[in-house]
């Protein structure tokens, strides 16, 4: 008997290592894609400069690469179930570095869409889709710190760049930087996506414990989209997409126009020091509010996190010319934002059932691309207008604001509806 159960655990065992070697290697992957957007507001008074262009326009860029990874994830999804993940992710990593190496020799504003925004935005997204479905494969019983934690390492991901980006543009210039760190990113990022593996098989126990523990129909993503629901959650992502994409993109520009960017705050630079704490807490708070989501409600976590960007974002503008708070309030505002990574996949799976979660939150993340064009080049046409940064701020807040207001006194109430009617629809074809 103790011969059997040893050669029971052993398998068990050696399948358990496999899942955190998978899950080691798209955190990789995720991290090698993770610079061309989180590190772009470093690149832009430089890209300013090299082309002579206004940062409306130049911000363009921002808004090509998300609106790219986000439109297309419905159609990369079907390529990746149908020629497999490791092929997939091998090329969307080779084309997130090539990105910035073609972007090195742009010498136009159409160049650098094209290179930047158009094949970084391809690559980008191939890669985030295909990673987050394969490490929900491989941890069947607990898909959603998979799901978490992939996607902070494509938040934090940029931590270990940051810093060396900004000395490499300083000795280098913007040409010489992308050309080596593509360079880097593509060989890093390609070498560990050879070892991802497709699960042979999910345990018998695993399908049956989320057969029972499903409660909601299955919703096909033409059923979803006729939903009122779904649209509510398409909103709220944008709204909160919009406001922490105001921050990513443009966050060089108002450190310098608030003159704290060189600002020496703990030894260091306020701006890469930021910019660094920001990686770290946008990454931290994906997993850890999925988990706090999963005890307490999603709709009463979206409320306090969403709420709590919105006030660290006044209070950051109402202390802007004080540097030390100005890292510190940066991170508290990434702290509040980076969850919606985590909490809108959760609830939508929550209400539209697991079957098709994949592809369902293929189309939510559209929002996502649209929230790009609004805190991209739409708020830097505000700021370049009024001449201010304060009607920027201040639309951000209100939308944080909103958002939350809306998770806890719209979204609850319609959501336990749906779900009723939803079982009660179960039911009464059961008896019939």
Known sequence: MNTLNAAAVLPMRASARRRWTQLALGLVCMMSISSPQYVWTLMTKPLMTKLDIALPELQVTFSILVLLQAFCSPFQGALIDRFGP?????????????????????????ALYITYGGVGGLGTGIVYVGVVGLMVRWFPHRRGFAAGVAAAGYGMGAIVTTFPVSASLAARGIDGTLALYGLIFAVVGFAASQGLRVPVEEPASALQEHAQGDTVRDWRPAQMLRAPLFWLMFAMMTMMATSGLMVTSQMASFAADFGVSKVLVFGLAALPLALTIDRFTNGLTRPLFGWVSDRFGREQTMGFAFALEGIAMALWLLTRDNATLFVLLSGLVFFGWGEIFSLFPSTLTDTFGTRYATANYGWLYISFGIGSIFGGPLAALLHQHTGSWIPVFSTAIVLDIATALLALLVLKPARARFLDAARAGQAGRTVT
Do not use: N, P, V, Y
Not at 95 to 107: E, I, Y
């Open 86 to 110: 490791r092929l997939l992710i091998s090329i969307g990593t080779l084309l997130a570095g090539a990105s910035w190496m073609l972007a090195a020799h742009a010498d136009s504003t159409l």
